[in-house]
């Protein structure tokens, strides 16, 4: 099991930049694909990126393409989303997820273990 806690929001202008990190404990923690997903109020969670548990394979959402950029670091067992050029439609909370699965996949149902979340609010 992995235990993931979230940092690095905050409120920023559009246009502006963000990095998100994703914090693990557990010795495991690298066996584990890892994804970020957000929640805005009134709206379903949505996929934005995701990462292969050695960081060679990478998925984005079309929103996030060539804006966000995902990144892990298994030594400090932490994940990062860079987020450049952001817009107010990019505002909710933001989450890391690890899957049981061998696989980097895009729906929150093949994500076991959650953070908490961390809000990032972007004001036009």
């Known amino acids: 099991q992995v235990q993931l806690v979230e940092s690095g929001g905050g409120l920023v202008q559009a246009g502006g930049s963000l990095r998100l990190s994703c914090a693990a404990s557990?010795?495991?923690?690298?066996?584990?694909?890892i994804g970020w997903f957000r929640q805005a109020p009134g709206k379903e969670r949505e996929f934005v990126a995701a990462?292969?548990?050695?960081?060679?394979?990478?998925m984005y959402a079309d929103s996030a393409k060539g804006r966000f950029t995902i990144s892990r670091d298994n030594a400090k067992n932490t994940v990062y989303l860079q987020m450049n050029s952001l817009k107010p439609e990019d505002t909710a909370v933001y989450y890391c997820?690890?899957?049981?699965?061998?696989?980097?996949?895009?729906?929150?149902?093949?994500?076991?273990?959650w953070g908490q979340g961390t809000q990032v609010t972007v004001s036009s």
């Open positions: 990462i292969s548990w050695s960081g060679g394979s990478t």
């Open positions: 557990g010795r495991t923690f690298s066996r584990y694909p």
């Open positions: 997820a690890a899957s049981d699965s061998r696989v980097i996949l895009a729906t929150p149902t093949g994500y076991n273990y």
